[in-house]
């Protein structure tokens, strides 16, 4: 049976020659023009990006090499006993666009737990950071804190050929992604219990072994593995995926790149949003007197809202116009789980489902009247007892990992330049519109 790194080096060879024809046969065709608006508002929209990993379709949702969400999680194989796929699998899956097999996955469970040991200075540093620092910035200072052991910094220093850039980037990616759940759940046992870290158990798979380290029982093995597939990737253009993508285009290695995409992640425009979502849903349940409403009730309190001048959070997307079908599937899981489908503040957010897409659409200012991710993910965690707002863009970060990872080994692999667009002055635009001074 070929290893993961085999197989994927055979997927570089193959892909390679498509790459070079597109630039050498192809490489004046335009994909399209760029207009004022696109460039002073951070350039939605542009086509000038490329990712095989995933694409973000407005209608359908995120597609993970050429899959839905629930076409994923049909096809991986599964834990046993559990309804949910290895990350390990899906890692596969993001690395080669093949679908493993069970055996497939238990080579990268066994390469992973090889990999996992955290240097004892990444806690050293973790400690001496005052308590009440944002556990993103332990975590991206965790992360950066490795880099002395980067293999592709080596190599490159040692003066490796430009082709084989891919395969001491696959070995950085890999050893990051197998320690980044250990840091994570020791950054949040010492932060908010009192550092009382949960060593490993290495006979677990990453989702069981996380939930294990956070002290979480079952089911929350399960929300582990869902919530890391589900915020795993998002094509390239968002913060955290571009800047890891941008930072490795110098040919930075995966140790500052990814610790640079998790810095834009703890933005409250991208990452930060669920932790804000979380909390206006559990005042705005104060505020219906701490109980789940009437249809007709919620309605009037989302319009007043809305008039108020506020909006619904939670709620938009800035490619989508439908459910976001990572909010669909963290809501099956509700439905299904025990409890959680009684709790009232699921209760809540199950309403405004309901209830908050028709109010949008008839208030007229919303382009996309129906929920994302954020509108669901924080209730979950809430559920299980994992309470603190500052922590839940960690969780993304270990999530999302696993696609920026899975992208800038394919941008070694295939020799993409460093990323250097071109700026224009206000002058220039107001030339090119025509505006007189």
Known sequence: MATLKETLFKKIQEHR????????????????DVTIAQAIGGAR????????ISYLDPMEGIRFRGMTIPETFKALPK???????????????LLTGDVPTKAQVQEVVEDWKARAQVPEYVFDVLR???????????????????????????????????????????????TLMARLPQIAAYIYRMKYKGDTPIAPNPDLDMGGNFAH???????????????????SDHESGNVSAHTTHLVASALSDAYYSLSAGINGLAGPLHGLANQEVLGWTQDFMKKLGGEVPTKEGLEKALWDTLNSGQVIPGYGHAVLRKTDPRYTAQREFCLKT????????????????????????????AKNPWP??????????????????????????????????????????????????????????????????
């Not at 980067?150 to 980037?169: H, L, N, V």
């Open 372 to 437: 994302n991710v954020d509108a669901q993910s924080g209730v979950i965690q809430w559920y299980y007892g994992i309470t603190e707002y500052d922590f839940y863009t960690v969780l993304f970060g270990v999530g999302r990992a696993l696609g920026v990872l899975a992208n800038i080994t394919w941008d070694r692999a295939l020799g993409y330049a460093i990323e250097r667009p071109k700026s224009v002055t206000t002058d220039m635009l107001e030339e090119a519109a025509g505006i007189k001074k």
């Open 45 to 52: 929209g542009v086509k000038c990006l490329v990712t095989d």
């Open 128 to 174: 001496t950071m005052p308590r009440d620092t944002h556990p993103m910035t332990m975590f991206s200072a965790a992360i950066v804190s490795m880099q002395r052991e980067s293999i592709f910094a080596k190599k490159y220093a040692e003066g490796i050929s430009k082709m084989d850039y891919w395969d001491p980037m696959y070995e950085d990616c890999s």
């Open 338 to 365: 025990p409890g959680l489908k009684d709790y009232p503040l699921f209760q809540l957010v199950s309403m405004i489902f309901e209830v908050a897409p028709d109010v949008l659409q008839k208030h007229g200012k």
């Open 79 to 93: 834990v046993p006993g559990s309804e949910y796929p290895y990350v390990e699998g899906f890692w596969y899956l």
């Open 17 to 32: 020659p498509r790459t070079t024809r597109l630039v050498k046969e192809f490489g004046d065709v335009k994909l399209g």
């Open 213 to 231: 380290m956070m002290g979480q029982d079952k089911p929350y093995d399960d929300v582990a593995r869902m919530y890391f597939i589900l915020h």
